[in-house]
């Protein structure tokens, strides 16, 4: 007996290791011909022009514009070019973040990838991940379709790394019916915004709208009112080179009026566990009367119930500081392409057809305001609202300005920079405490 | 006391399939993450091996760590007192409903639903007034509008309303597995009891009680497990935010390790909890071992 | 005779009982019906808010009706590939449920009935990793999987998900199978059953109730685990039904209605086996549990 259960064991074995590598073999036939991180180099040597390209996008929304418009490009490239596949993974934000870095540490970064500007993409030029993309932007003249010096923030050492979708700036949306029913004007300086906020809030309208779980929201904002007490923009830039330090009195001056604004009661209630979107939605559905964000809600915005009653205008000065025509500069997430990629000439010449075509399609898409391409068309006369046509407007005015705090320091010091400020949203501080707080978060992340 | 003998060829079929898929999968990460606790290592770049630099600053020096800690142990504690409360519903339910199966699966429901739906849920019930919250709009219909709260977003009281909902999601678990052991209790001994006088609560205290215990170890194995992952739950209602204010283990070590991009001390992080996890499975051992054997 | 005077016995004593606590057993039922209600209302919640817009949904009023059916909500998630990611995840949770099942009961009879040294220390490797959480080992696994050629495939789940249920199952399956009693394997042996046969048609059989419990552990965990599955798989067609809800939410929007009509969707099914399924379950978990 002990002799028979000695092969029978031996076969249980056998057939679960088996049953193991069964299951595993169904799912990698279907991905034999797409893996192009793992196992593509295998399909790539049977016919030797038959190549997947993996397309790592954050469009995951069949509902959205975007995701259309890509799928179309996409489509199109494949049937003009037979033997190219492209596989799309598409992810939402944070999921995308999440993946590319888990993939960075293995070295299995997909061919074409996301990226954003600055500070959170140097860590992965400097492992020597990303490919650099100067011959692709001298293919077909892609380079001057994009706006001028949009792509240095996309460059390292005289390298261009990505190529952005994107480029917005930050501005105050206003409910023209709200304040017509509050009885305000569009305030010219900060003290007459808070002043507004009062008034607002004292005839029982919602005077801002804010999504401060996304913690970047508030920051956003804040860093504005900073390139207002600064009187310009680089404040951060002189942090780093050891020039300033947060403890510098423009820095106070910023988070006195940020608090100023917060205590003035401009934000909604419980603030703080409001996403994006919800935050937004207050906006959208004429809940509140001002709302600070990125020029990329204007789209959002449009097909709203308060589309029509909607206008913009610049951040006021400070205190008499700063000039409005400065703004909160947001050049979008951008693609990348992955150093190591099988395929590199092909995912080049994808990318290359793909931006190319980017700025027409996202134009007849009604979604080009704040796209990083030049656009060639009458917006006007392509139905874009008056609202869109005060935002292009406004991007003429446009004369230098700051990034965001997370594209400009390290994620260590920008995680504790804002909750830090999330922080003032719940509670008032001296500001000589929260200069304290972020100086020390500086130097403690950079040793 | 374990009879059968075998030979080791047989153990070795029955052990290793299961053993070497576990340590490969689950074993080796965790020590390769422990490993990488002693790292300066931002997860994509060059490394270099600090020793245990990350720990001293993870003990004296993170102001956020330790009240993660707090939370993390609250959270299990909040979710162990709650098996009780799932034991007496459990009891009422075989006393009292003729054919409880199906309120029993009904209680079981928010455990299927996805953290997205009962964050979203109960967002919407925790919201201001302001904002159409349901709760705080009920206290004020009430006349208790002394007790709204923003339950959410302050920071003296967003921890405890994320407990709660953790409670209320995990309720029916807990009565679907002491349900089953109430049934599996055999009838005589009841029967048997009631002859003797005892009836009613006194028969849980002296038969129901003792005879759940191994259950009640699964129970509190369980509850212990899912507030240790909490980290969908807390992610998905307030992001372990306003300022850090409901950040747990689980959450604190994903921000370390994959927003401020410091893997290392993220990993350091994760050799904490694996530790406490140690901890834990070796007191909740010792504490039945000893029930089991007072009751036996 | 003695059983069915026992019972006559009780009769009066139980019917006055019953008229004796009414009292307490309305409160009781009525606190057991809040229960239903408060447990069972996500669910309609959950149906009234597919069928919103964005704007009803984030105004968030708690028991209003949407103003207008969204059904178009549905067919978005329907376009969202519900069917190929609702075949994945079946394909994905139902091969790790059956490969749970049978490697750690194989273990967990041997760490509870064979006599052998290691038996003791097995198990308690098994208890370290029992509350180990799946995410923690997210980057180390990604370097395992990628020299392992299997990222991007439904082994890279299906491995970490056996394995991560592994402990637990074993935990309860060992705890049960120490109280089968062993005359039943001895007069097996005696009869000259191998030991593969006692373990398929004694031991597996009457297990049936704690395989239930691991069952139903295993599949609450893995239905919507979502992190792994979003950084292991790349291929569309490989994708499971977590990834068709978190599809809905994009860089600066959520298309929250969709969400909601994908949670539906994803839910229905399971609720109708588990509805379906209940009595069986919760038979089956008798014992199941209790001797762990």
């Known amino acids: 007996m002990a002799k028979m259960s000695k092969w029978l064991s031996l076969a249980m074995a056998g057939a679960l290791a088996f049953s193991l590598t069964a299951c595993g073999g169904k799912a990698d036939e279907g991905s034999a011909s797409s893996g192009a991180g793992t196992g593509g180099d295998k399909a790539g040597t049977v016919k030797e022009k038959n190549v997947t390209i993996t397309f790592q996008n954050i469009y995951p929304d069949p509902t959205d514009p975007k995701n259309k418009l890509m799928n179309k490009l996409v489509k199109q490239y494949e049937s003009e070019h037979p033997n190219i596949k492209i596989e799309l993974d598409s992810l939402n934000t944070d999921q995308q973040k999440l993946k590319l870095k888990t993939q960075a540490a293995s070295k299995e970064v997909p061919d074409i990838t996301v990226v954003n500007p600055a500070a959170q993409m140097q860590p992965f030029v400097e492992a020597k991940l990303l490919a650099p993309l100067d011959d692709m932007l001298d293919q077909n003249g892609l380079r001057g379709t994009f706006q001028d010096g949009l792509l240095d923030w996309y460059s390292f050492d005289g390298h261009t790394y990505a190529v952005p979708d994107g480029n917005n700036i930050g501005v105050v949306y206003y409910n023209k019916e709200l304040f017509e029913k509050g009885g305000v004007q569009v305030p010219t300086t900060f003290e007459e915004m808070v002043d507004v906020v009062k008034t607002l809030k004292s005839k029982g309208i919602q005077p801002m709208a804010i999504g401060e779980k996304d913690t970047w929201t508030g920051s956003f904002l804040f860093m504005n009112m900073l390139l207002r007490t600064n009187n310009g923009p680089g404040f951060l830039k002189d942090v780093l080179d050891k020039k300033k330090t947060f403890e510098d009195p423009a820095f106070k001056e910023a988070v006195d009026a940020f608090q100023n604004l917060i205590q003035a009661g401009a934000f909604q209630e419980g603030v703080t566990s409001f996403d994006y979107n919800a935050g937004e939605n207050l906006f959208k559905t004429g809940k509140a009367a001002m709302y600070f964000m990125g020029t990329w809600a204007t789209g959002g915005i449009e097909t709203s119930s308060v589309n029509g009653k909607v206008g913009v205008f610049k951040f006021p000065t400070i205190n008499g500081k700063g000039n409005p025509d400065e703004f909160m500069l947001a050049p979008g997430s951008a693609f990348a392409i992955s150093a190591d990629s099988k395929h590199l000439d092909e995912t080049k010449a994808f990318l290359n057809w793909f931006m190319l075509n980017f700025p027409k399609e996202a134009f007849e898409a009604k979604g080009a305001v704040g796209i990083g391409q030049k656009v060639d068309g009458d917006f006007k006369a392509a139905g874009y609202s008056d609202m869109a046509m005060e935002v292009l407007n406004l991007f003429k005015d446009v004369k230098g300005g700051d990034l965001a705090f997370d594209n400009t320091m390290n994620p260590g010091t920008a995680q504790a920079h804002l909750a830090s400020i999330q922080n003032l949203f719940v509670q008032k501080k001296d500001s000589a405490e929260v200069a304290k707080e972020h100086q020390s978060a500086f130097e403690a992340n950079n040793k | 006391m374990n009879v059968l003998k075998v030979s080791r060829w047989t153990i070795a079929a029955f052990v290793l399939p299961c053993l070497i898929l576990y340590a490969g999968i689950v074993f080796v990460p965790i020590l390769v993450s422990m490993y990488s606790g002693l790292l300066e290592w931002n997860g994509i770049g060059e490394s270099r091996f600090i020793g245990f630099e990350n720990f001293k600053n993870l003990f004296f020096h993170d102001p956020v760590f330790w009240p993660s800690v707090r939370r993390t142990l609250l959270f299990a504690v909040f979710s162990m007192a709650e098996i009780p409360i799932a034991l007496l519903v459990a009891i009422l339910l075989k006393r009292y409903i003729r054919r409880p199966n199906f309120l029993v699966s009904s209680y079981f429901l928010p455990v299927i639903l996805s953290v997205v739906v009962v964050g979203q849920l109960w967002k919407t019930i925790y919201n201001p007034a302001s904002m159409g919250g349901m709760l705080n709009q009920v206290l004020e219909a009430v006349g208790l509008g002394s007790w709204t709260h923003e339950w959410l977003t302050d920071p003296s009281v967003a921890m405890y309303s994320l407990y709660f909902v953790a409670l209320w999601q995990y309720l029916g678990y807990h009565t679907l597995i002491q349900y089953t052991g109430i049934l599996n209790v055999p009838e005589e001994i009841y029967e048997a009891a009631r002859i003797d006088g005892a009836d009613g609560f006194a028969a849980d205290r002296y038969i129901t009680f003792p005879n759940i215990i191994p259950i009640f170890k699964i129970s509190i194995v369980l509850a212990f497990i899912g507030s240790l992952q909490a980290f969908d739950m807390v992610m998905v209602m307030t992001g372990g935010g306003p300022a850090h204010a409901t950040d747990v283990i689980s959450t604190h070590m994903y921000n370390m390790s994959f927003l401020s991009m410091k893997y290392g001390y993220g990993s350091s992080i994760a050799a904490c909890l694996v530790v406490l996890c140690l901890a834990a499975t070796f007191l909740i051992n010792l504490i039945f071992n000893k029930l089991e054997k007072r009751f036996s | ?292």
């Not at chain 3, 923690?136 to 495939?153: D, E, S, Y």
């Not at chain 3, 491995?159 to 007069?187: C, N, R």
Request: aromatic residues 12%; hydrophobic residues 55%.
């Open chain 3, 1 to 292: 005779m003695n059983t069915s005077s026992a019972v006559t016995l009780n009769k009066p004593a139980a019917a006055a009982r019953r008229g004796r606590f009414s009292v307490a057993k309305t409160i009781v039922i009525l606190f057991l019906s809040i229960l239903v209600v408060t447990q069972v209302y996500p669910l309609l919640w959950l149906v009234l808010y597919s069928l919103k817009t964005n704007e009803e949904i984030l105004s968030g009023s708690f028991f209003a009706l949407p103003h207008a059916p969204q059904w178009s909500n549905y067919s978005a998630a329907l376009e969202g590939n519900y069917f190929r990611y609702l075949l994945n995840s079946l394909f994905v949770t139902s091969v790790t449920m059956a490969a749970v099942i049978l490697l750690s009961s194989l273990c967990a009879y041997a760490i509870s009935r064979f006599r052998w040294r290691y038996g003791q220390g097995v198990m308690l490797l098994f208890l370290i990793g029992m509350m180990i959480p799946m995410q923690a080992t997210l980057l180390p696994l990604m370097i395992i999987f990628k020299n392992m050629h299997v990222l991007n495939t439904h082994l890279s789940l299906i491995l970490p998900y056996v394995a991560f249920s592994m402990p637990i199952a074993v935990f309860i399956l060992s705890g049960f199978m120490k109280t089968i009693p062993h005359e039943i394997e001895e007069s097996a042996v005696i009869d000259g059953a191998s030991i593969w046969r006692i373990f398929r048609s004694i031991i597996l059989p009457v297990s049936v109730p704690p395989v239930m419990t691991v069952c139903i552990l295993t599949f609450i965990n893995i239905w919507n685990e979502y992190i792994l599955a979003a950084t292991f798989i790349s291929s569309e067609k490989l994708k499971t039904l977590p990834f068709g809800v978190n599809s809905f939410v994009s860089q600066y929007s959520v298309n929250y209605g969709a969400i909601g009509a994908f949670l539906v969707l994803g839910a229905l099914p399971v609720i109708l086996i588990y509805f379906l399924l209940s009595d069986k379950i919760t038979e089956g978990m008798v014992a199941g549990a209790v001797k762990g």
